[in-house]
T-cell receptor
Framework: DTEVTQTPKHLVMGMTNKKSLKCEQH?????MYWYKQKAKKPPELMFV???????INESVPSRFSPECPNSSLLNLHLHALQPEDSALYLC??????????????FGPGTRLLVL | DAKTTQPNSMESNEEEPVHLPCNHS???????IHWYRQLPSQGPEYVIH???SNVNNRMASLAIAEDRKSSTLILHRATLRDAAVYYC??????????????FGTGTRLKVLA
């Protein structure tokens, strides 16, 4: 099974709402990633977890709060978002994140619209 | 962060070879070069990667310049299913010991029947 699943597929939320995005993989990977992708732009890295510990935070605003409850699951908690946060949010995983040649497996993404 | 530059778009006829270029003049000696593609409404999909030597797999070939400042992804016979955005990516090490992908701007490949 080389699949990364993400739920929900689509999400519409108001600026005062709290919502969460979920990502799951069962490949035994120990590194997991959140990316943000605006229309017609490449994905931009937001967070990296390695062995359930936050390894990289690319200066993401605090209204985005990642969580890695276990090695298979990654959440992104959203609170008080702005309309400019509307984007496709991609999750990815890799073996352990510590080797330059290892590849990442991406999920299909959650398309978020903030009204 | 090192940067990659790619043409915005390219066209190819079906069954013809396609050469997708990428410049990465500020690449460091330990950065791997990865290529992914993204079909509409999907997440990026791995194509190929390399460090110094040319690489082949069932999907494509990767030709890396001797000075590593550029690379070319080669699709030997383009099909309509190869129409996608192709990203050239550098995989860089960080101070935390974790690696991260630096995506290029991507090349939108159109395949003509």
């Amino acid at each position: 099974d080389t699949e990364v699943t993400q739920t929900p597929k689509h999400l519409v939320m108001g600026m005062t709402n709290k919502k969460s995005l979920k990502c799951e993989q069962h490949m035994g990977h120990r590194a997991m990633y959140w990316y943000k992708q605006k229309a017609k732009k490449p994905p931009e890295l937001m967070f990296v977890y390695s062995y359930e510990k936050l390894s990289i935070n690319e200066s993401v605003p605090s209204r985005f709060s990642p969580e890695c409850p276990n090695s298979s699951l990654l959440n992104l908690h959203l609170h008080a978002l702005q309309p400019e946060d509307s984007a496709l949010y991609l999750c990815a995983s890799s073996q352990d994140g510590d080797r330059g040649q290892e590849t990442q497996y991406f999920g299909p993404g959650t398309r978020l619209l903030v009204l | 962060d090192a940067k990659t530059t790619q043409p915005n778009s390219m066209e190819s006829n079906e069954e013809e070879p396609v050469h997708l270029p990428c410049n990465h003049s500020t690449i460091s000696g330990t950065d791997y070069i990865h290529w992914y593609r993204q079909l509409p409404s999907q997440g990026p999909e791995y194509v190929i990667h390399g460090l110094t030597s040319n690489v082949n797999n069932r999907m494509a070939s990767l030709a890396i310049a001797e000075d590593r400042k550029s690379s070319t992804l080669i699709l030997h016979r383009a099909t309509l299913r190869d129409a996608a955005v192709y990203y050239c990516i550098l995989r860089e090490s960080t101070t935390s010991g974790t690696y991260k992908y630096i995506f290029g701007t991507g090349t939108r490949l159109k395949v003509l029947a």
